[in-house]
Structures are given as C-alpha cells and as structure tokens.
C-alpha cells in the first residue's frame, strides 16, 4: 500500500473530531472518504499531511512512518494537498501561483516545462498566466489549484471538496480532469467530496465517515447497497453513536 492510516486519532480541544480511524491508498487507486458535514473527512486529510497532529495512531507513506514528520517533509515526500476553497493567493499571478507549487524543488528547468504543460492543459490560464488569480472563475481557480498541486510532483494528491460551490458544468470538468489523472498519469487520489454519486463514479474503493469513526467501506457498488451511506447524511446512525455525539461534537 502507498498510504496507510492505522488507528487514528484527532481531538480539537474537547472535539474528537478522527476517532480510530483505518484506511489505505494503494498506488494508481482513487479512494474516496464521504460523510456529513462533521464527519472528520477534512481533518483526516489534515492530519495525513501533519497540519493536525495526531493524538494517536500511525500514518505509514511508502512504508515509512511518517506520523511525526513535519509537514514541509511530507510535502517534499509526495504528499500534497488541494485544500477546500482552493487557498489560492489572490494577488499574485497565476503564474506565481504556479511557482508556489515548486518551492521545494530545485530543477528549474523541469518546473519551467511542467508549467508549459500545465499550460497546455488548461488554455484559460494560459491566456491570463501574468494576471492576478483574482480574474479567474470559481472553476478556473480550481483548476489553478490543482496545477500548483501537480508542479509539487505529487505521489499522492489529496483532494478536499474539489467541486464545491462550481456550477454542474465546472464541476464536470474538475472531475473529468480527476479521472484523466488518474487513468492516464496513474495519480494515487485521496478524494474528499460531498458529491456523493460522482465520487463514487470515479473512485475505485470508499470510506464513509460518521462521527469520526468508519461506519462502512467498499467498492462503490457496495457502498450504495448499505445503509450506512444514508445513515451518515441523514443522521440515522447507530443509537450509540447518537448519544455519544450528545456528549461530544465531532469536526469536519
């Protein structure tokens, strides 16, 4: 397995917001991770790249522990992460954006082609490379993101709400882009979405959360067959879980 989540733990404070949770990542693999809003699915994201320390249990990346590395290290590593709302930088172009994505490496020359190909792919930013972000569409920051995300020369990308606030037809396109990288580059994708239905046209296996904990996981055929789906949107989980959640609110 590429990455590994053994047991983990994520409090906030007083919030258990990851509560033993197990998951894996093989290479070449889009998993996608589903629950309400609160589940845990962002801070799982957050503590597999260090940006929320673990209270307990292991992140294993390519067979190393990684669970006290720092973040810079996890990046160097391969691990990168297209946060929700993009967190592009306004004001600085597009461009520079895109240098933003390269700030570990020191192979100026590949950087320079790998940004004409991201040209390439997406004509929009192109056009507009020495304009600030601030020009783009909700769907062109997107895509933005995810550029600055492929410069990093990901192993593993994380994807947290990639369509959230897009119009149907941008978020179409953000998820044909996810498939193309996938099956034609073999990208290994973490998939955060509450999209439910697309993300399970895409991903190859599931995880849904519900109060932190795994309440169920499978391929996709599975997870639309079980109950749990629809327990951990509409709130018809188990009875313990709901008097837990009484005494303890979870994060997302």
């Known amino acids: 397995m590429q990455l590994e989540v053994h047991e983990l733990e994520v409090r906030y404070g007083r919030v258990h917001a990851v509560r033993g949770v197990s998951a894996t990542l093989d290479r070449g693999e889009i998993v996608a991770v589903l629950g309400a809003n ?29 669970t006290q590395w720092p973040t810079s290290v996890r990046v160097r590593s391969g691990l990168i992460l297209v946060p929700e709302g993009r967190r592009i930088v306004m004001t600085l172009t597009i461009h520079e954006n895109l240098l933003m994505g390269a ?26 490379r020495h304009n600030p972000a601030s020009v783009l569409s909700g769907g062109e920051q997107q895509m933005l993101a995810i550029g ?12 947290d709400e990639p369509s959230l606030g897009l119009s149907p037809r ?18 290994s994708i973490l998939l955060v979405e509450q999209n439910t239905q697309r993300a399970l046209e895409l991903a190859d296996r599931a995880y849904v ?9 499978g ?34």
Request: with cysteine; net charge positive; charged share 25%.
């Open 170 to 187: 941008l978020s179409n396109e953000v998820f044909a882009l996810i498939r193309e990288l996938n099956q034609q580059a073999g990208q």
């Open 38 to 66: 609160g589940a845990g699915k962002s801070s799982l994201l957050r503590a597999v790249l260090g940006l929320a320390r673990p209270c307990g249990g292991t992140v294993i990346f390519d067979g190393r522990d990684i």
């Open 103 to 128: 700030f570990h490496r020191r192979d100026h020359r590949a950087v320079a082609a790998e940004i004409g190909d991201i040209y390439a792919r997406f004509p929009n930013l192109a056009a507009r």
């Open 209 to 217: 959360l519900e109060l932190g904990r795994v309440a169920m996981e």
């Open 219 to 252: 391929p996709p055929e599975r997870i639309l067959a079980g109950q749990a789906l629809q327990a951990a949107y509409l709130g018809h989980g188990r009875a313990s879980d709901r008097r837990g959640d009484a005494r303890t609110t979870s994060a997302t």
């Open 148 to 159: 600055r995300a492929l410069i990093a020369r990901p192993k593993v990308m994380m994807l």
